[in-house]
């Protein structure tokens, strides 16, 4: 059985982070492990407070598990401080995980920041140049290049831009493009390929950033190529939106399906 450690926040209402990759790691069939970076509180209608773990214990929790246990592949989700981001870039350097999902996460659905500003330039200089795979959304491949992306083209430009800043390979994903379609662009640095997605009408999207990453993981650390395993990772997470959970009040989670 493939280990899986997930590096990330904990999502109170089980929708998004942690919980969220724990679940599409179980439904991988992939033994998933934890180190908490934050604890949020937050419901499907958004993020109350938010409390930083503080470097050291980051580290120590990487620490314990690398010690005793073979990583196979590492998700990296929710780190809101630089010294966390920092922390966490020296044990990577340490433990040489093989494969390394970052899912540069900035600002919740809800508009909450789960990055602290000053954090964002660690993020690409630490921890975007130990990724295997960067998975940024529109915003977030804005903040990393530097200039706004309205077309095809510009995400073109800025999967160039995030191999040119130390990627090993980048999908950048297009859910917030306008249009019918919801088209992502992957590219390694040699070869570039647009992978068709569909736009579902739905209000319970909560997670899928986590989810898709978790289940990319899983798929690369079970020894997909880069395109099976977004394309296998891509289904999996629409199959989640279309079954979206009617959870709470607001924004319910994708589901999982084991
Ligand atoms: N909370 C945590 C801990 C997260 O890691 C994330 C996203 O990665 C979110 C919330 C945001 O989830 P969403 O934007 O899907 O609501």
């Not at 503080?54 to 929790?61: D, G, K, L, V, Y």
Request: aromatic residues 4%; charged residues 20%; negative net charge.
């Amino acid at each position: 059985m493939k280990h899986l450690l997930t590096i990330a926040g904990s999502d109170s209402s089980g929708g998004a982070g942690i919980q969220a990759d724990l679940k599409a790691f179980a439904a991988h069939g992939v033994f998933g492990m934890s180190v908490i970076t934050a604890v949020t509180a937050q419901n499907t209608c958004g993020v109350t407070a938010v409390q930083d773990i503080t470097p050291e214990i980051i580290t120590a929790q990487i620490d314990a598990v690398f010690s005793d246990i073979r990583v196979d592949a590492v998700k990296i989700g929710m780190v809101s401080r630089q010294e966390s981001i920092h922390a966490i870039a020296e044990a990577l350097k340490k433990w040489k995980p093989p494969i390394v999902v970052v899912d540069p996460v900035m600002i919740s659905k809800s508009g909450y920041p789960l990055l602290q500003p000053e954090a964002c330039d660690a993020l690409i200089k630490e921890l975007l140049p130990c990724a295997t795979l960067l998975t940024p959304n529109l915003p977030e491949a804005e903040s990393i290049c530097g200039f706004s992306i309205c077309t095809e083209e510009d995400m073109e430009k800025a999967a160039a831009c995030i191999i040119g800043l130390g990627a090993k390979a980048v999908l950048v994903k297009g859910g917030h493009l306008e249009g019918e379609r919801a088209d992502d662009y992957l590219y390694d640095g040699k070869n570039g390929t647009w992978l068709p997605g569909e736009r579902i009408q739905t209000e319970h999207t909560h997670g899928t950033g986590c989810t898709l990453s978790s289940a990319l993981a899983s798929n690369l650390a079970k020894g997909m190529d880069l395109t099976e395993a977004v394309t296998a990772a891509k289904a999996y997470v629409t199959t989640g939106i279309r079954h979206g959970i009617a959870l709470g009040h607001g924004h319910g989670p994708v589901h999982h399906f084991v």
